[in-house]
């Protein structure tokens, strides 16, 4: 009965540190409401916004699709990451590749951005990336 309950025992031990190991340990955070976004915008040669086709960004890490639905509205400006992603992310910032094509000639033109987040992050940040793309 002693070894059962030893082993019981050495089991609950085991997997209680397999539990804990896998949840971060987050500091208290006081977050606040707004909802962050990462977004570029797509101009020609004369400034003017170009509404691109086949946009995409996609986390390179886990190669997974970042934003599902985009709709510039005329305005050329297109979300690269936002808050939605925040756990997708990680800490130390993972580069999201950014690809388009230019509706009448068809180039596509890519971009990295490096945007982090986190299990523990209130909020994305922009690490690195332009503000706008020029076709």
Known sequence: MKKLIYILSICSLCLGACSASNQPVCEDLICTMEFRM????????????????DFSSIIK????????????????????????????????GDIIMVSATHPQTNKKIEAEFVVSGGLCACHINKISGPAEILF
């Open 38 to 53: 990462v977004q570029v915008k797509f101009i020609d040669a004369s400034g003017n916004p170009v509404i691109v086709k």
């Open 61 to 92: 890490r886990i190669n997974n699709p970042v934003m599902k639905n985009n709709d510039p509205a005329g305005s050329g400006v297109y979300t690269v990451a936002s808050d939605a992603d925040l756990k997708q992310l990680s800490e130390k």
